[in-house]
């Protein structure tokens, strides 16, 4: 247990000094970039993996290395917890268009990631290319995810895929504001989008990390009362059951082909039929989403410092042309996405504000594509985030299942059958959007 508390506290100092580089040097603040990630980069220079200015044991980078795979299975599990799914009459419409629109992007970045990863099958390893949906639609907690899976299937390269995928995640994070950005620019131009005045109409505490005591923003509810229990233990302890009996299940499924499935998936599954029970037990009231998010948001960013701090920089290295072709071709065909679908698939009189933030969380973040948004639509008006929100609540609902069996399909089936199938069920979505009655623009969209 003290190598566990040391790890917390190596990772601690590189957390916090992540955070004073974002809050003191304006530059690193235009990029909008967090704090786990700026101090796992200061990490990753300093640490045996970059310059080796600090001496770290093997023993100890290898287990930071492992730590983002345990971190990630406590918070994908706790996803389903507290999800409030729209009701069916309410998938329709608007909500209905940006569901479609939003599962276009995730289905063509499989694809065509897979499709990429074909053509440099002979010189990179066979799931090459997962790693394009895993660090642009995921992040960098998919990306630990992923390489935590190909590990649990026994897979030699895991670490290099996870390694891979970290960096996508950093392209995509930075070009996702950077591009995200010139595409709201150019919208503005082009009339699609009104109120467009640059990056300082956007909150000040958005921009510089933190907020004056007045301005504070509360937390979440504390519903259980702190003398009882602490609220946020009891959420902790509903994720914790649940991601322990994630494990022993899998432990009971050792020599069936079910054991190849990673446990944050069982992890999912378990954690939805407690929240059910909760549900339908009408006690539901007792999880605060908002506390929920602060409190799996502490685990991400330390998993995102220990994953960049033991990325293995050499690894990856051989695979830079692969990487920088993988990323360029991403990001090309999200922008694609975002500019030419998003205007016949989504609603005319908003379909850029749609269009921008899930451009945002395709990239990077959900909070990308949230800051993205506030810049052409800063107090909310449209209906943009609300239904996005919600589309991305159902997609969440079986896109982990999906993501799981990637793996899985790519070893089976190999890149390109798997890349070529799921590129077809984005252009069968595209088609499904074209058939249906007020689904597709057949004029140009102006915007708002």
Not at 77 to 91: I, N, R
Not at 280 to 299: C, E, N, Q, S, Y
Request: aromatic residues 12%; hydrophobic residues 55%.
């Amino acid at each position: 247990m003290q190598k566990v508390l040391e790890q917390f506290i190596f990772l601690s100092i590189f957390l916090l000094a992540g955070y004073g580089v974002r809050v003191w040097f304006k530059p690193v603040q235009k990029l909008f970039l967090p704090a786990s990630l700026i101090g796992g980069f200061i990490g990753l220079i300093l640490c045996p993996n970059g310059f080796g200015i600090i001496p770290v044991t093997p023993e100890m980078m290898k287990e930071l290395g492992a730590l983002p795979g345990i971190l990630i299975t406590v918070v994908i599990t706790a996803s389903v917890l507290g999800v409030k799914l729209p009701k069916p009459g309410e998938l329709a419409g608007g909500l209905a268009r940006n569901f479609m629109h939003l599962n276009v992007f995730f289905m063509t970045q499989i694809g065509v990631g897979l499709l990429v990863g074909a053509v440099f099958m002979n010189s990179t390893y066979k799931t090459f290319g997962i790693e394009l949906v895993a660090g642009f639609a995921g992040g960098h907690g998919t990306a630990a995810m992923l390489g935590s899976s190909l590990k649990d299937m026994g897979l030699d390269w895991w670490l290099n895929s996870q390694g891979v995928g970290l960096t996508t995640a950093t392209v995509g994070i930075i070009g996702g504001i950077l591009i995200g950005i010139g595409l709201v620019t150019y919208a503005s131009k082009k009339g699609f989008v009104s109120g467009f005045k640059g990056i300082d109409q956007l909150p000040k505490e958005m921009i510089i990390g933190y907020s004056k005591p007045e301005d504070a923003k509360p937390m979440g509810r504390q519903i259980q009362y702190p003398a009882a229990i602490e609220p946020f233990a009891f959420i902790l302890s509903l994720v914790l059951i649940s991601v322990g009996l994630a494990f022993k299940f899998r432990v009971m499924l050792t020599g069936t082909v079910m054991f190849r499935v990673a446990p944050w998936a069982w992890g999912i599954i378990i954690m939805a039929i407690i929240w059910m029970l909760i549900c339908r037990l009408r006690l539901d009231w007792l999880i605060d989403p908002v506390a929920k998010a602060r409190l799996m948001g502490t685990f991400v960013d330390y998993l995102v410092v220990a994953a960049i701090i033991s990325l293995p920089v050499r690894a990856v290295w051989q695979f830079i042309v692969p990487i920088t072709v993988l990323c360029a071709v991403g990001l090309a065909v999200t922008i694609f996405v975002t500019m030419f679908l998003g205007r016949k698939m989504l609603p005319e009189k908003d379909w850029f504000e749609r269009s921008i933030i899930s451009f945002g969380q395709c990239t990077g973040v959900g909070a990308t594509g949230i800051l993205l948004l506030r810049l052409v639509d800063p107090d909310f008006q449209t209906e943009a985030l609300s239904h996005w929100s919600l589309a991305f609540s159902v997609i969440s609902l079986y896109f982990w299942f999906l993501f799981a069996s990637l793996p899985i399909l790519v070893m089976n089936h190999g890149l390109l059958l798997t890349g070529l199938f799921f590129t077809g069920l984005s252009l069968a979505i595209v088609v499904a959007s074209r058939v249906i009655p007020g689904f597709w623009n057949t004029d140009t969209a102006t915007g708002s």
